[in-house]
């Protein structure tokens, strides 16, 4: 039907070699990595042999240009990303602390990531797609709302679909607008791809029997939910949930496990795998992506993901 496309902040990010508390004295960093959530969804959907396509925003300097080329590289449409002149591609420093949580410092609001709109290459590419992501983290970024307002009728019209990933994240925080606007996407999805607490606040109502039959009345038909190394779970309505362990990796870096988990998971749903297949390569680009520093640059080609996960032991299995 036409590609899977994403909508949202490009950035790089740059990240501390130690574990501590902030950045408040001189630490060794690395980077840039390419970055931004719908980024990384749309470099492991291209990867693993999906069509996919990104809409967004970088500045016009070396920032924008790894981010671009790497997604070009992975074979994703970058055409609809557009290179603003005026404004810097955004940015994230992230330095882990010792219980696993993370310290950012953003530079989205203020950057390219976050000046982008309805342009004619927007809008080329959205009367072809077949399929609308979308991340949670995005709906706070007025640009975003606006293009996937306007695109998810035309996607609709045209018999594609769309899916979110609610990606909250504790370092945002979302106004009432936004959470009106997040309810009302979850509403309208076909596939819904929480973590954690994500499933209880998309469906309003606790515990997890509860939110997945709440979600299923609300419409939607397929909930692929993350559990970090206790792998993931697929809920449909009327048939018996589908469970896969994760596979036993050393985590050097969590980010972007979910993103990658997403891409895969949607990327295989749409050349048509079973849900049993699609589970397995993204709880396998999940993992394999958490093995690498850098949030993207653990994301696998179909072949490298063969591989893993023929080479790969299963936790507790
Ligand atoms: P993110 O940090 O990108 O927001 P998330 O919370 O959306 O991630 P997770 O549940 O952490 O998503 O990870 C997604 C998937 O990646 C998991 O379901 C699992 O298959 C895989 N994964 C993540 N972390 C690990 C790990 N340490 N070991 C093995 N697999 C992992």
């Known amino acids: 039907l036409g590609p899977t496309i994403c909508v949202g902040e490009i950035l790089v990010e740059i990240m501390a070699t130690t574990i501590g508390d902030g950045f408040r004295e001189p630490i060794d960093l690395i980077g840039p990595f390419p970055s931004g959530a719908p ?73 390219a990531a976050a000046r982008f709109g309805w342009i004619g290459n927007v809008e080329a590419l959205v009367s072809r797609a077949g399929h609308l992501h979308v991340m949670g983290s995005g709906l706070s970024m007025q640009s975003a709302v606006d293009v996937i307002e306007r695109a998810l ?53 606790e515990g997890e029997d509860a939110a ?60 048509g795998l079973s849900v049993e297949e699609a589970l397995t390569y993204a709880n396998a680009a999940g993992a394999r992506n958490v093995t690498r520093r850098g949030p993207m640059e653990g994301a696998g080609t179909r072949e490298e993901l063969d591989r893993f996960i023929a080479e790969t032991p299963r936790l507790g299995g």
């Open 39 to 111: 980024a990384i969804f749309i470099s492991q959907c291209a990867r693993i042999g999906g069509m996919a396509a990104m809409i967004g925003a970088v500045g016009e300097d070396d920032f924008g240009r790894i981010n671009t080329e790497r997604l070009a590289d992975d074979g994703a449409d970058i055409s609809a990303i557009a290179v603003d002149l005026d404004y810097p591609t955004g940015s994230a420093f992230v330095r882990y602390r010792s219980d696993g949580s993370r310290d950012f410092v953003y530079n989205i609001a203020t950057s």
């Open 153 to 205: 009728p035309i996607i609709r019209e045209r018999g594609g679909s769309l899916s979110v990933d609610p990606n909250l994240r504790k370092e945002i925080t979302y106004d009432a607008d936004t959470k009106k606007r997040f309810r009302n996407l979850i509403a309208t999805a076909d596939l819904l791809l929480p973590s954690g607490e994500e499933l209880e606040l998309a469906a309003g109502i």
């Open 212 to 271: 997945i039959e709440r979600l299923f009345e609300m419409g939607v038909k397929e909930i692929a939910l993350k559990r970090g190394s206790a792998g993931a779970t697929v809920f449909r309505p009327g048939a018996e949930p589908v469970s896969a362990a994760a596979f036993e990796v050393e985590e050097i870096d969590p980010t972007g496990a979910g993103d990658c988990f997403g891409g895969a998971y949607v990327a295989s749903r749409r050349l």
